[in-house]
């Protein structure tokens, strides 16, 4: 288990801007960083990070929280697994109970599989450099390839011995459970339930996550034979699913994020030369078409990609679908073409670092355009193949969403096509109809009820007509209701807000000025209940901590185990506005004030409306009550009450009212 020293300093030392940054692109708006949201899909930024309150809020789907939060629900890691993650960020070192391997791999399956992923990245770097098979068939093999040392370990390489069991033998023998071995595909069960290493005889390239973490592995054959496959991967797994993975962007999102761009090529060892040769802003699909996710995770940290491409027309036609995609979630794509059927790997080989450079940076060119050149030359001048060229570029032109491009691309192709402009932008409307008037047949089918050509509709279940009281008992389940937001709970969270932002704020209108706001308002609201669950803990915790003369930050509960809490203090603290410097200009003679300056307008009507409102609950109550019927004596009681209520709702209602912020 971590100490509470470790936590503490980690938590201090993390500086939320920092990690966001390796995750997002971050740009600079007033006080505040401002990117796309990498837990929903936008184009417009609404993902907000506050370097002064330590915090992100993203004002599109609502999510929120810490540095500590953001890599556990971002790289889905426990607890332990995210100040562990951190502390190595930031070089700090984690005191705990040393546990072998095998105890690592009984606390959770999850991180049992990390752990085990881990291990066998060691298991394949210690066979290469370390043993005299893998130095002279591994080694030899990479040395032969032009990679330096450095960029053997930077990118973990490894050799797998050609043996049946060398890895499943050493994992067991270090506590490892051959059920793990199976899952993440490290080893395969025979038909006896003997197990053997997938990767044997093969060298390993490593498949990392965005935080660096082993996930998989990828595994090139030194053999001739062409029955043995060239290369073998990891299978999908708890922890590794391709469709979500891009080899080498967690060593490529820093320089992706400097140079605004990102080099898209096929294999790994395209990857490992552009980073020897100094390009290291470049990913790799790993030889599988390319997906919506892996798309996702480029636009997080540039909207420019160069894909770069080996020459093969036939892999070049096929790949025009993917990229396809990347047009159609808003990225800028440009390609470049290697000659002679060289890849980026053996161009590197043949002609050295500055060769490549220079043709890269001079050889880049419009996806559209490219796609257009390319498919004109397989029409051999017949008008038909011809059309067909024609509305194959302007479906792609009407999946980009910028209606500016757009126009730009419908205009240039025109001249390249010997096109009026008129017909294609007709063609492109054509396929903007179709494509919605699909889209809304297919709404109109999923929502459409069953019909006798479906079949008999399914019936409910026998439970499906009980009221939650009747469920409740007889012991079924009831389904949580969603919570009804009150004006009551709106003032209840107003003081928490007030509470989490100038708690420990003067009130420099109360005696002699030295007493926070937090004690204050605690004592003015000590005959108030509140009926909000969160706001409730949140305003306890303050109660608590002013009877030892502190008051809780506001980061206390960003990462508290209740989600409500965690989400409400977050909401507390954050705006997706904030005041423009332009509005205070001594020049003009313009300036606006900030809440701060009217902290005893605000704290005063906050109490007086939540105790207004808690008064005319109570007058509510006394009308049902009357309306019931009572006795005379009851009766004089409840009017008594009743009166003096009045008068307090009334007296509060004064005090609103000639209250004005000045």
């Not at 899909?41 to 939060?69: M, Q, R, W």
């Not at 067991?172 to 993440?184: A, N, P, R, S, T």
């Not at 096509?417 to 297919?442: G, S």
């Amino acid at each position: 288990m971590i100490t509470k020293e470790t936590i503490d300093k980690v938590l201090d030392t993390v500086r939320i801007e920092e990690v966001v940054g390796d995750f997002v692109e971050l740009k600079k708006r007033g006080t505040s960083l401002i990117g796309n949201c990498p837990f929903h899909n936008e184009k417009t930024p609404s993902f907000h990070v506050s370097v002064a309150k330590g915090i992100y809020k993203c004002f599109g789907c609502g999510v929120g929280g810490d540095s500590l939060k953001f890599v556990m629900e971002l790289e889905k890691y426990s607890y332990p697994e995210a100040i562990r993650y951190l502390a190595d960020k930031y070089n700090i070192g984690i005191e705990e109970v040393q546990r072998s391997p095998a105890q690592l791999a009984a606390q959770d399956k999850r991180e049992s599989l990390y752990v085990l992923s881990n291990w066998a990245g060691k298991f394949f770097k210690e066979q290469l450099l370390q043993t005299s098979l893998g130095q002279t068939i591994g080694l030899s093999y990479f040395k032969e390839r032009g990679y330096r040392e450095d960029i053997i370990k930077k990118f973990d390489l490894g050799y797998s011995p050609d043996q049946w069991t060398a890895l499943s033998d050493a994992a067991v023998k270090d506590g490892f459970h051959k059920d793990y071995l199976k899952e993440i595909g490290l080893s395969i069960e025979r038909d006896d339930g003997s197990i053997y290493d997938r990767f044997r005889g093969r060298v390993i390239f490593p498949i990392h996550n965005l935080t660096g973490r082993i996930i998989g592995f990828g595994g090139r054959t030194l053999k001739t034979e062409k029955s043995v496959p060239k290369y073998v991967n990891s299978p999908e797994s708890e922890i590794y699913h391709k469709s979500d993975v891009l080899y080498g962007l967690n060593f490529a999102k820093k320089a992706i994020m400097d140079k605004d761009t990102c080099y898209l090529v096929e294999g790994y060892a395209d990857v490992i030369s552009m980073h020897q040769a100094g390009v290291e802003n470049v990913v790799s699909s790993s030889g599988t078409s390319l997906t919506t996710g892996q798309i996702r995770l480029i636009s997080r940290f540039t909207k420019n990609v160069v894909i770069l491409y080996d020459g093969d027309a036939a892999g070049i036609k096929a790949s025009l679908r993917g990229t396809d995609m990347l047009l159609e979630e808003g990225l800028n794509v440009k390609v470049l073409l290697f000659p002679d059927g060289n890849d980026p790997d053996s161009y590197v080989q043949k002609y050295g670092s500055s060769a490549f450079k220079e043709y890269v940076a001079a050889h880049q060119e419009d996806f559209i355009f490219y796609k257009t050149n390319i498919l004109l030359k397989d029409t051999g001048g017949d008008p038909i193949k011809r059309a067909e060229v024609i509305r194959d570029v302007v479906q792609s032109i009407a999946l980009i969403p910028d209606e500016i491009k757009v126009s730009v691309f419908i205009q240039q192709c025109s001249n390249l096509l010997d096109m009026e402009e008129r017909v294609l932008l007709t063609e492109l409307n054509k396929i903007r109809l179709q494509k919605a008037k699909t889209q809304e047949k297919k709404e109109v089918a999923s929502s459409r009820p069953a019909t006798m050509d479906s079949g008999p509709p399914e019936m409910p279940p026998a439970d499906f007509f009980l009221t939650d009281q009747e469920r409740s008992e007889i012991g079924l389940p009831v389904a949580e209701q969603p919570q009804v937001i009150t004006p009551e709970i709106l003032q209840e969270r107003e003081i928490v807000r007030i509470l989490l932002n100038y708690g420990a704020e003067l009130a420099t209108w109360e005696g002699d000025g030295d007493v926070p706001v937090a004690p204050l308002l605690l004592n003015a609201l000590d005959d108030i209940s509140f009926e909000d669950r969160p706001s409730a803990f949140i305003v306890d915790v303050f109660k608590r901590k002013a009877e030892d003369f502190e008051i809780p930050e506001a980061r206390f509960f960003f990462s508290h185990e209740d989600k409500e809490v965690q989400d409400l203090a977050i909401s507390c603290v954050s705006s997706p506005y904030e005041l423009s410097p332009n509005w205070n200009d001594d020049k003009r003679k313009i300036y606006v004030s900030e809440e701060r300056e009217h902290l005893k307008e605000l704290t005063i009507q906050a109490v007086y409306r939540i105790k207004k409102r808690k008064v005319e609950r109570e007058m509510f109550k006394i009308r049902e009550e009357l309306k019931l019927g009572a006795s005379a004596e009851d009766m004089e009681i409840l009017l008594s009450k009743y009166q003096k209520l009045k008068e307090a709702a009334k007296l509060l209602g004064g005090f609103l009212g000639n209250i004005v912020v000045k």
